[in-house]
Protein backbone atom coordinates (compact mmCIF):
# COMPACT_ATOMS: atom_id res chain seq x y z
CA UNK A 1 0.00 0.00 0.00
CA UNK A 2 0.81 3.47 -0.77
CA UNK A 3 1.59 5.87 1.92
CA UNK A 4 2.86 9.36 1.82
CA UNK A 5 3.13 11.18 5.42
CA UNK A 6 3.81 14.93 5.40
CA UNK A 7 4.81 16.95 8.50
CA UNK A 8 7.06 20.19 9.07
CA UNK A 9 4.26 22.76 8.57
CA UNK A 10 3.76 25.29 10.66
CA UNK A 11 3.42 29.32 11.57
CA UNK A 12 5.99 31.29 10.62
CA UNK A 13 6.38 34.69 9.93
CA UNK A 14 7.73 36.14 6.46
CA UNK A 15 10.76 35.65 5.59
CA UNK A 16 11.32 32.59 7.83
CA UNK A 17 11.96 29.41 6.89
CA UNK A 18 10.53 26.18 7.00
CA UNK A 19 11.51 22.26 6.28
CA UNK A 20 8.95 19.83 5.12
CA UNK A 21 9.47 16.55 5.14
CA UNK A 22 7.62 13.65 3.28
CA UNK A 23 7.97 10.00 4.36
CA UNK A 24 7.23 7.18 1.29
CA UNK A 25 6.62 3.34 1.99
CA UNK A 26 4.70 1.04 -0.45
CA UNK A 27 6.67 1.20 -3.26
CA UNK A 28 10.45 1.97 -4.22
CA UNK A 29 10.76 5.30 -3.97
CA UNK A 30 14.27 6.21 -5.43
CA UNK A 31 12.93 5.28 -8.88
CA UNK A 32 9.70 7.51 -8.76
CA UNK A 33 9.61 11.36 -9.62
CA UNK A 34 8.41 13.06 -6.63
CA UNK A 35 6.35 16.28 -6.33
CA UNK A 36 5.09 18.97 -4.08
CA UNK A 37 1.53 20.79 -5.10
CA UNK A 38 0.12 22.79 -2.43
CA UNK A 39 -3.69 24.49 -2.26
CA UNK A 40 -3.79 27.56 -0.80
CA UNK A 41 -7.05 28.97 1.15
CA UNK A 42 -10.11 28.81 -1.51
CA UNK A 43 -7.98 28.21 -4.44
CA UNK A 44 -7.51 25.11 -6.72
CA UNK A 45 -4.04 22.92 -6.25
CA UNK A 46 -1.01 24.23 -7.55
CA UNK A 47 2.27 22.30 -8.36
CA UNK A 48 4.94 23.48 -6.69
CA UNK A 49 7.82 21.75 -7.71
CA UNK A 50 9.45 18.27 -9.00
CA UNK A 51 12.50 15.98 -8.52
CA UNK A 52 13.01 13.32 -10.52
CA UNK A 53 14.95 9.74 -9.56
CA UNK A 54 17.80 11.50 -10.86
CA UNK A 55 17.29 14.45 -9.03
CA UNK A 56 16.85 17.13 -11.53
CA UNK A 57 14.25 19.22 -10.23
CA UNK A 58 12.13 21.85 -11.64
CA UNK A 59 10.05 25.23 -9.91
CA UNK A 60 6.75 27.25 -10.37
CA UNK A 61 8.38 30.47 -10.89
CA UNK A 62 6.85 32.43 -7.60
CA UNK A 63 9.12 30.38 -5.47
CA UNK A 64 12.37 29.51 -7.37
CA UNK A 65 14.89 30.86 -5.17
CA UNK A 66 13.35 30.82 -2.51
CA UNK A 67 12.43 26.50 -2.25
CA UNK A 68 14.63 23.88 -2.58
CA UNK A 69 13.39 20.17 -2.94
CA UNK A 70 15.43 17.17 -2.45
CA UNK A 71 15.56 13.31 -1.72
CA UNK A 72 16.98 10.79 0.38
CA UNK A 73 16.56 7.40 -1.33
CA UNK A 74 17.78 5.76 1.83
CA UNK A 75 15.44 6.99 4.32
CA UNK A 76 12.47 7.20 1.62
CA UNK A 77 11.94 10.88 1.95
CA UNK A 78 11.20 13.65 0.40
CA UNK A 79 11.97 17.17 1.09
CA UNK A 80 10.87 21.34 0.90
CA UNK A 81 13.36 23.93 2.03
CA UNK A 82 11.16 26.85 2.21
CA UNK A 83 13.54 30.26 2.78
CA UNK A 84 11.87 33.59 2.91
CA UNK A 85 8.55 32.50 3.18
CA UNK A 86 5.67 34.94 1.87
CA UNK A 87 2.18 35.23 3.11
CA UNK A 88 1.20 34.06 -0.34
CA UNK A 89 2.84 30.49 0.30
CA UNK A 90 0.48 30.12 2.93
CA UNK A 91 -1.56 26.83 2.11
CA UNK A 92 -1.58 22.90 2.30
CA UNK A 93 1.03 21.03 1.29
CA UNK A 94 1.30 17.93 0.17
CA UNK A 95 3.58 15.28 -1.43
CA UNK A 96 2.40 13.26 -4.40
CA UNK A 97 3.42 10.20 -6.90
CA UNK A 98 2.15 8.95 -10.18
CA UNK A 99 -1.00 7.12 -9.28
CA UNK A 100 -1.96 9.75 -8.47
CA UNK A 101 -1.19 9.39 -4.85
CA UNK A 102 -1.18 12.23 -2.18
CA UNK A 103 -0.67 12.46 1.35
CA UNK A 104 -2.60 14.21 3.49
CA UNK A 105 -0.87 17.27 3.59
CA UNK A 106 0.60 19.74 6.22
CA UNK A 107 -0.65 23.20 6.70
CA UNK A 108 2.32 26.42 6.13
CA UNK A 109 0.78 29.30 7.33
CA UNK A 110 3.06 32.50 7.04
CA UNK A 111 1.82 35.69 8.71
CA UNK A 112 3.25 38.18 11.44
Known amino acids: EVQLVESGGGLVQPGGSLRLSCSAS????????MHWVRQAPGKGLEWVSTIASGGSNRYVDSVKGRFTISRDNAKNTLYLQMNNLKPEDTAVYYC??????WGQGTQVTVSS
Open 26 to 33: GFTFSTYT
Open 96 to 101: AKSGPY
